[in-house]
């Protein structure tokens, strides 16, 4: 029998793969989450207590621009307010620059290996993702530029990357940048840069500043706020003006608003965060490689831990998990079928999952 008559999906909405998050643990579980990069140190003091603060009054309306927030923003990172506008999670404002500015017919080139919402925030948009192989998991600018086609519309460019840690140095993203028309939106997706501890990264500001093709997008859910959805997005005063005309009147929440600006505003506890990110990054990287394991070199909250084969890294997230710890498979989402993406934890948790993926690799 044919189907009854009904609303109809636009052509090729059904044909997206959605967005796979990390697993959790089954209810009631202990297992701790180590599959999606949240804060190792859970969210800053002064953030938990402006978050107390916001809930008293729920019948009220947030304030739509995100004032508060952007002016936190833009005292902290010397930027013009103006300049900046904030979107429910940085995913938000992704969806809304695809919305915006790709259409049938028209192209957005992105790494292999880059964020997996690229393409469905692409697809939705009537346009084409182009994917650019990653030698040795490291977005390759030349082959980028190679990929540009008179129908490239957006770049979408993780630095660092996810799930691979990896990044370009301020050097290259201007090369990047350089070699690109001045019609075609460079989107620099540094969601994980408050972890960059590189002297050679640039969160990307000073092409934003100095060009009306370029634009940084940031998030709060790695600095431990992923539950209140906070992200942020600074870019020319025309691209702004466009994003404002779309986005939702409310869409950032306002315990997620003054929960952003205070932690925005708590330099020392992102400090810390990043001290503490640094050293059990290099601790587990050092410990696991060598071990038939290699470990991409990586400057996010996380690493990527490459097995011998896709068998074994199926058996190390299956002991992982029978340990208590639940780290993310990449391969249904990424394509790296023998690979893990363990976020970095607490110290515990750090040598805990050392020493169960160093037993396995020995025996």
Known sequence: MPDPIRPTPQAGILEIAPYLPGKSGAPGSKAIKLSANESPLGASPKALAALREAVIHPEIYPEGSSRLLREALGDVHGIDPARIVCGNGSDD??????QIYLGEGEEAV????????YPIITRAAGARIVLVDEPAYRADVNAILAAVTPRTKIVWLANPNNPTGTYLNSAEVARLHAGLRPDILLVIDSAYAEYVT???YSVGLDLVAAHENVVMVRTFSKMGLAAVRVGWMVGPEHVIDAIN???GPFNVNLPGQVAAAAATRDVEFTQRLREHNAQWREWLSAQLAGNAMRVVPSQANFILVLFET????ASGFERLAAAGYIVREVGASYGIENGLRISIGSEQAMRDVAAVLKSGAAQ
């Open 93 to 98: 404002l992704l969806h809304l620059l695809a």
């Open 245 to 247: 005309r779309i986005r």
């Open 110 to 117: 992105m790494n292999r290996y880059g964020f997996s919402v």
């Open 310 to 313: 896709p068998a074994e890294a």
């Open 198 to 200: 590189a002297a050679d």
